[in-house]
């Protein structure tokens, strides 16, 4: 009987149809999808098996459920840890960790092995009440991986992970389960950034641009769009045109919302490349600095309670800024922009595009506090190092 892994069962659900003989499918795309998929179930509270060195099972504590933590059980070969990142895991431990650790892994007692209390241990937006403290100890190989996917899926950085039993391949083809390659994971947001193509483009005339154009861009195999917002004709300007890289903003663009100035500095934006006869602006799907809009609302609710905005993504798990700067790299290229204006007082996107072979020249992107967001604006300046003019 010929042996199958959980890696081989994953792989062999991904084609819906028979392939035609001597078809063979693209490696890399069945990569890509097997990140897609894995994130998908991760987000249904579905477990997922992480392979590579001590290959894992994985459950999100964000989304596990009774159903999550019996599959989770049924696939486990020992008992299970918490893994966590180190600012959290902090916290939870009251006391000082290694904050150069990919994570920290957390013993669990049984009393905390139901949804209510791992909830607690991963959100610092809830109610800290243990019924019993964890312990540290031994992370597993592929933790890093483990709380990367977790990421990946807009989730807290936080799952239970426990090495897989004996029988795990034929219990994960029994309940439909899959597997994903770590190494696949921690590529996926390069090669995501690095081979985005232009999928649809028309005129949208805009109130403070007229002649504006938007161009929709899409990773490999139909990942999320990233928009280019074409103010006149940039592409045929003998000039270096005017650029904006903007992180989509939900609050600050579609509410008007105070506490940031992403609203004013993407009219601001599009109102100065109209003046200047040409422009891009290009909105990219990275919401709150990479961490998306659920996790951006929790740390809204930390930054209530006295925290700065850098110290409320690292309180939940995430890094100050998760973004990657490739995705605008890619975009302008395909655009045929490699000399650009870039509006910014942020320097690490002006080293980023410059890593990336472009031609950047900074122009000064500056928005007036408003009297709700001085904190946040002096916090940009003092902590992620933004110029002040």
């Known amino acids: 009987m010929t042996h199958v892994t959980p890696r081989d069962h994953a792989l062999s659900r991904f084609v819906a149809t028979p392939l035609q003989p001597g078809?063979?499918?693209?490696?890399?795309?069945?990569?890509?999808?097997?990140?897609?998929?894995?994130?998908?179930?991760?987000r249904r509270g579905t477990p997922v098996?992480?392979?590579?060195?001590?290959?894992?099972?994985?459950?999100?504590?964000?989304?596990?459920?009774?159903?999550?933590?019996?599959?989770?059980?049924?696939?486990?070969?020992?008992?299970?840890?918490?893994?966590?990142?180190?600012?959290?895991?902090?916290?939870?431990?009251r006391r000082p960790v290694d904050p150069g650790e990919a994570a920290v892994a957390l013993s669990l007692p049984r009393a905390l092995l139901e949804p209510a209390s791992l909830r607690s241990l991963a959100d610092p937006t809830a109610e800290q009440i243990f019924a019993a403290d964890p312990t540290v100890c031994h992370v597993p190989a592929l933790a890093g991986a483990a709380l990367a996917l977790t990421k990946l899926a807009r989730l807290l950085p936080a799952c239970i992970a426990a090495p897989l039993a004996p029988a795990a391949a034929e219990r994960a083809a029994d309940l439909g389960l899959l597997g994903v390659l770590a190494a696949d994971v921690l590529a996926y947001p390069g090669t995501m950034a690095a081979h985005l193509v232009r999928v649809a483009e028309a005129e949208v005339p805009l109130e403070d641009a007229p002649d504006a154009r938007v161009v929709a861009f899409r990773g490999p195999d139909a990942g999320i769009e990233h928009l280019a917002i074409l103010v006149g004709r940039p592409e045929a300007a003998t000039a270096p045109p005017l650029v904006r890289i903007h992180s989509e903003c939900f609050t600050g663009d579609l509410l008007g919302s105070l506490r940031c100035d992403c609203g004013p500095q993407l009219r601001g934006a599009i109102k100065r490349m109209a003046e200047d006869g040409a422009g891009v602006l290009l909105y990219l799907a990275q919401e709150g600095r990479g961490i998306g809009l659920v996790n951006k609302l929790r740390a809204y609710r930390l930054q209530d309670r006295g925290l700065d905005t850098v110290e409320a993504?690292?309180?939940?798990?995430?890094?100050?800024?998760?973004?990657?700067?490739?995705?605008?790299?890619?975009?302008?290229?395909?655009?045929?922009?490699?000399?650009?204006?870039l509006l910014t007082n942020n320097p690490d996107k002006v080293?980023?595009?410059?890593?990336?072979?472009?031609?950047?020249?900074?122009?000064?992107?500056?928005?007036a506090p408003n009297g709700v967001n001085d904190r946040y604006l002096a916090t940009k300046v003092a902590r992620f190092g933004h110029l002040p003019d």
């Not at 080293?351 to 928005?367: D, K, M, P, Q, S």
């Open 313 to 341: 993504n690292r309180a939940l798990g995430w890094g100050a800024d998760e973004r990657t700067f490739l995705v605008a790299a890619t975009m302008l290229e395909e655009l045929g922009l490699r000399d650009v204006r």
């Open 23 to 42: 078809v063979t499918p693209d490696p890399s795309v069945l990569r890509v999808r097997a990140v897609h998929r894995a994130v998908a179930d991760l």
């Open 351 to 367: 080293a980023a595009l410059a890593a990336c072979g472009l031609t950047v020249h900074r122009e000064a992107h500056l928005i």
């Open 49 to 93: 098996l992480l392979e590579g060195e001590d290959s894992l099972v994985l459950l999100p504590v964000e989304t596990a459920g009774a159903r999550g933590l019996g599959e989770f059980a049924a696939l486990a070969g020992a008992a299970p840890v918490l893994l966590l990142a180190p600012a959290r895991a902090a916290a939870v431990l």
